[in-house]
């Protein structure tokens, strides 16, 4: 099958503080400041912006989300804030016009979004990872939430992810300590998908991406949609929005696919229509 316009025209960006590459229908994005831990300044959050347009322009069916180095991310990098009492930098200000919105489009993206933790994931940078819709980590990687320790409160969407999926009890525990989750620990207590030894992760998300990308990609977005509209939805609301999704969806090239190829006994070729 010939290459579609977006996919003739996919973007890669192969240095700077965000790197992007593409194997097949995946995106990966690499936070790409090995130095600092990968912690963002704001022209690390402007290039990001950029691969994530590329990311949707280039019809990406999974975007996998990972770090270079030893860390994933590990939040703001405060050398990049402003602290002269004159011309101190708006910490509101600053995640009205980066951290949120980043959050945001994540969710809200149209396709799986995989984070591969392979290091520190603290602060802003573990919450970013935990808004991706499935997180896989090396046994070797910790979940911090480390604002109490300069004085704040989580932010990147820390205080709605962390009761939802923890309680309140374990939520307010790492909220308040700042202790170090062991990657072993985050999956027991269901904080994440999967933790795998060291060597595996970049071979076991990849491949993972690679699944997704080859899935009906609108089921996919779907699920994501009614997942989160389920935190605040009534249950008529909910049992609503299902319907409205699968009539939708009764509709696609990949229900019609899906259920012939079962009647037929074979595998399905989806293709995100």
Not at 2 to 20: M, N
Not at 119 to 127: H, K, S, V
Request: proline share 5%; hydrophobic share 45%; net charge negative.
């Amino acid at each position: 099958m010939p290459p579609t316009p977006a996919q003739r025209a996919r973007g890669t960006i192969e240095s700077g503080p965000i790197l992007l590459r593409w194997q097949a229908d995946v995106a990966v994005v690499t936070l790409n400041r090995p130095d600092k831990l990968n912690s963002f300044t704001r022209e690390m959050h402007r290039v990001l912006v950029q691969a994530i347009d590329q990311v949707e322009a280039g019809g990406a069916r999974a975007l996998l989300l990972t770090g270079a180095g030893r860390g994933f991310c590990a939040g703001q990098d405060l050398a990049d804030l402003d602290f002269t009492p004159e011309n101190a930098t708006d910490l509101g200000e600053l995640i009205d016009t980066w951290f949120n919105p980043l959050i945001r489009r994540l969710q809200a993206l149209p396709l799986p979004v995989l984070a591969a933790v392979n290091g520190t994931a603290a602060g802003a940078g573990a919450n970013l990872a935990l808004a991706c819709d499935i997180v896989l980590a090396a046994r070797s990687a910790s979940f911090i939430q480390a604002f109490v320790k300069i004085g704040l409160v989580p932010d990147s969407g820390g205080t709605w992810l962390l009761p939802k999926r923890l309680g309140m009890a374990r939520a307010m525990g790492l909220a308040m300590t700042g202790d170090r989750l062991t990657a072993d620990d985050a999956e027991k207590w269901g904080l994440i998908w999967e933790v795998m030894d060291d060597p595996l992760l970049p071979e076991q998300a990849m491949a993972l991406a690679t699944h997704l990308a080859s899935q009906p990609t609108r089921a996919l977005a779907a699920i994501k949609q009614s997942f989160r509209a389920s935190a605040t939805n009534t249950l008529d609301a909910q049992l609503d929005l299902e319907r409205d999704l699968q009539r939708e969806l009764g509709r696609s090239h990949d229900y019609t696919e899906g259920v012939n190829a079962f009647l037929e006994k074979r595998a399905p070729h989806f293709t995100g229509a």
